[in-house]
């Protein structure tokens, strides 16, 4: 069977294409797991963002595909539906497969007949599922045993039960397939990038996060000389820098200790590394932890501060996450100790904050804002997004504080609702006003870690750092009100990817 497996092209602010591109973990693990004979290219349209639907045509017509899969995010929905579309439109037969956070949170999205052109739903972990979906097909024996696997009849659709979570452990999920990949231009700065797994899952209960539904609360890991494996073939890939896409590393330190030795003595540590992490985790155990972590090649860290007042932790559910403990006491808003054990060993601050929850003032914006500037590296600084069935979702919901319903829009940095004092649009106007001074700060670091990709490309960053900008806005001389009009109007434009 010739399968073609895409990812969305829609990015987001913080991540801007021309300086950052990774590719999507979920299809090269699903190339991974499926049964040899099939042939199967992987797509990821983040690199070919300025062509999308050219790409989409040329790669229908080069693999003549029996099963297109996408994974979707809950923003991404609306492209989405314009690529099966646009495939339906050049190979009607074509059986289409969704799958990712947002048709396992949302299936009845895809379900409905204005759809049209989704055969089937993979809900959850897709790589035995689909596996299974495939062999299904090839001996035409029935959907209904399925798990996980919601599937059309007619004009409508059976759910068959959830699949039990994947333990890891067991060897049952084989590495990804990174020969499947047929796009090329991964990259971080100029290196380039790949992205790893070491474990699924977590066990806190954000209330923004949409895990918990995804998964439940559970954690599991693969043995450490499997993700050795993982990373020694990202690098033998070409991986300069590589970003690990852990739901939640952070939750077994001794583990992940263990991993930055197996790092090192595997030499692997003259690669990159980005990791997500709590707070609390670095700055309980940084004194240790974050200069073996410098050792194992860990440049960046993603630091979930979430907010750092503590009405806005209590609203988001991370509080424990963010308290920094002394003797078993709890001491406070762990986010400055953890960020002064890392900054201490050379390790740059993604700082990711949460602003406009539904108490926001001005004043709680700024002081976020202001953190960011003193202690932050590469602002993260998003908006609370209603995304499907978290708990978050239902609170807006139930204090009628959601004022935009249009999905594509949902990408963390657009405010979609508003706070009790302050306005959608005011939330996000004081935050991208704020965020691209903090940005441009950290330039002369990329400079000097990645100077030829920086010169060759410092005019488009900048431009996009600065986009709805002119000279005259920059220097005060027309309102910044205007300015951030134009910048949304940009944004707009840029949703529009076929
Ligand atoms: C790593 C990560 C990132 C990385 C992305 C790296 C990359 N290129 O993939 C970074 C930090 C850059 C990032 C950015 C964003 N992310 Co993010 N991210 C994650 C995270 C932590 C892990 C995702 C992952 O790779 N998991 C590992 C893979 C193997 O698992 P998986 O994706 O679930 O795939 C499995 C199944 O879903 C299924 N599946 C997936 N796709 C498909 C397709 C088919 C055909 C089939 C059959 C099955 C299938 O099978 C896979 C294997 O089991 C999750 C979850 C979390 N705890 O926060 C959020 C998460 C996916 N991100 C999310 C969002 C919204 C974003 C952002 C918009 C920012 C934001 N507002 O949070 C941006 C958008 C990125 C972009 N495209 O520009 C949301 C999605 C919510 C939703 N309902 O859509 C999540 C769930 C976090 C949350 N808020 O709850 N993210
Ligand atoms: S700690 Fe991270 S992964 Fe876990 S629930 Fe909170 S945001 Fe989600």
Known sequence: MNILLLSMPDSFEHMPTVAIRMPNAALTSLAGNIDAHHRVAVADLILAQARVRQTVERLVREMDPYILGLSVMTFQRKTAKKIIDLVRSLSPNVRVVVGGYDPSLAPEAYADSSWGGVDFIVRGEGEITFRELLRALDTQSGYDRIAGLSYRIGDRFCHNPDRPISNLADGEIRLPNRDARVLRGYTTLGRQADVIETSRGCTFDCS???IIEMRGR????????????????????????????????????????????????????????????????????????????????????????ENILDEDLAFLRASSKNTRRE????????????????????????GGLIIGNPTDTRASLEANLEFARTHVDWPFIQHPTPYPRTPMTREFRRQGLIVNERLEEYDGT???????????DEIEFVRWQADRWVKLRHLPVAFAHSPLFVLRHAPQMLAHLFRGSSLKSLLGLEDSRRAFARYRAIRQAEREYL
Do not use: W
Not at 244 to 259: G, P, T
Not at 329 to 350: E, Q, T, V
């Open 414 to 424: 657009t405010a979609v609702v508003q706070s009790s004092h302050l306005s959608a």
């Open 327 to 350: 003797d078993g006491r709890k001491a406070g808003n762990a986010a400055i100790a953890a960020i002064d054990s890392l900054h201490r060993n050379k390790i740059y601050i993604i």
């Open 208 to 210: 923004f996060c949409s």
């Open 218 to 305: 559970n954690f599991h890991t693969y043995p450490l000389d499997r993700v050795i494996a993982d990373i020694r073939d990202a690098h033998n890939h070409g991986a300069r820098t590589i970003f690990i896409v852990d739901d939640n590393i952070m939750l077994n330190v001794r583990r992940f200790e263990a991993l930055c030795r197996a790092i090192i003595d595997a030499g692997l540590h003259t690669i990159d590394y980005t990791v997500q992490a709590m707070t609390s985790v670095i700055a309980n155990h940084g004194e240790q932890l974050a200069p073996l972590m410098r050792r194992a090649g860990f440049r960046y860290v993603f630091l979930g501060i």
